[in-house]
């Protein structure tokens, strides 16, 4: 099975995707460009082509409204995209952590390429942290990550990691995202990025005031079924009522997670609480969740659609503490 990863790096103890090359801490850029495999640039050359008409037999055309993205150590395409596509360098990503790590407390702790080349991101510490009842830390990280193939814009996402059992959770407050996005029509611009994610960060507090409200909402039996057949199951059909779908081994997945078998689910915080039961899918969906690889998985639970289901869980948590 060929794996999405290409290479990364971490810090620390073994991320939870289990995958990457051991640094000691407090690493150059310049050291994590390399071991993380991002230590290359995206070169772009216009779409040529072939003509079969007879009398340009052998001619090489141009397309000029589109180009081909490529390694520049390898030479291996990447993609096509439109000649309006602004590109996002591998070493672009890592330079935006340098005054964030050298001046403002973050620390890197992973970094690293996927699909080849194709999309790229680092992970940095913030220095945030909560801990809930019975000693559940919670501490606040800084994704950036974007692709090169149109599938992702560069984006900077507040992020979660709960300690106990390394699950992973974008910040949002009242429902909303605390991504920013910059679209590859337009030219990235990482301070203006900082400048927005400075209002993204401070909503820390009321983030993790929201998850302590989970924490403290006591769950009945009936409203774990309910919650989890609403965010595993339900769809809604043409006629706007819900059709439950036949998804029965991950709802006895998350429900055994939830009853006791995740890790940290008999802590005070999670144990029979909406905080529990939010726990109970990011676990499944970041460790449990059938993938073709522990790659796979990784790509889904920050990029696709893994990310969505815990944002949908996240969203049904809070409306059920409500």
């Known amino acids: 099975m060929a794996h999405l990863v290409e290479q990364m790096a971490y810090v620390g103890a073994q991320p939870w995707h289990g995958l990457g090359n051991l640094l000691a801490p407090k690493q150059p850029l310049e050291v994590w460009a390399k071991q993380a495999g ?3 640039q995206i070169k772009e050359t216009p779409v040529q082509f072939m003509t079969d008409i007879p009398e340009y037999m052998g001619g090489l055309h141009r397309f000029e409204e ?3 993205l490529y390694r520049s150590d390898n030479k291996k395409a990447l993609s096509v995209v439109s000649k309006r596509y602004q590109v ?7 330079e935006f952590y340098r005054d964030l790590t050298e001046v403002a407390g973050y620390q890197l702790e992973t970094a690293g390429v996927l699909k080849g080349g194709k999309k790229f991101w680092a992970l940095a ?10 000693s559940d830390l919670v501490y606040g990280y800084l994704l950036l990550a974007t692709s090169c193939d149109g599938t992702l814009a560069t984006t900077a996402t ?8 390394n699950n992973t959770l974008s910040i949002a407050v009242n429902g909303a995202s605390q991504a920013i996005k910059v679209p590859h029509s337009t030219k990235f611009d990482a301070q203006a990025v900082k400048q927005q994610l400075g209002i993204a960060v401070s909503q820390w507090d009321t983030f993790m005031y929201q998850m302590r409200t989970l924490s403290e909402r006591k769950v009945k039996s009936h409203e774990a079924t309910n919650y989890f057949l609403r965010v595993l199951c339900d769809v809604p059909a043409a006629n706007g009522e819900p059709v439950v779908l036949n998804n029965e081994r991950a709802l006895k997945k998350v429900q055994s997670l ?3 078998q995740g890790h940290g689910a008999d802590l005070e915080s999670a144990k029979g609480t909406a905080w529990g039961l939010l726990n109970a899918v990011t676990e499944y969906v ?14 889904s639970a920050w990029f696709g659609q893994g990310a969505n289901l815990k944002k ?8 059920l503490a409500a």
């Open 88 to 94: 996002v360098q591998p070493q672009e990503v890592l």
């Open 38 to 40: 991002m230590d290359w």
């Open 286 to 299: 970041d460790h449990e969740k059938r993938a073709r690889s522990t790659d796979h998985r990784m790509d």
């Open 258 to 260: 939830y009853e006791g």
């Open 312 to 319: 949908k869980a996240l969203d049904a948590a809070v409306q």
């Open 66 to 68: 589109q180009k081909v």
């Open 125 to 134: 510490k913030t220095g945030q942290a909560t801990a809930l009842k019975g």
């Open 158 to 165: 507040p992020t979660t990691i709960r300690v106990v059992c």
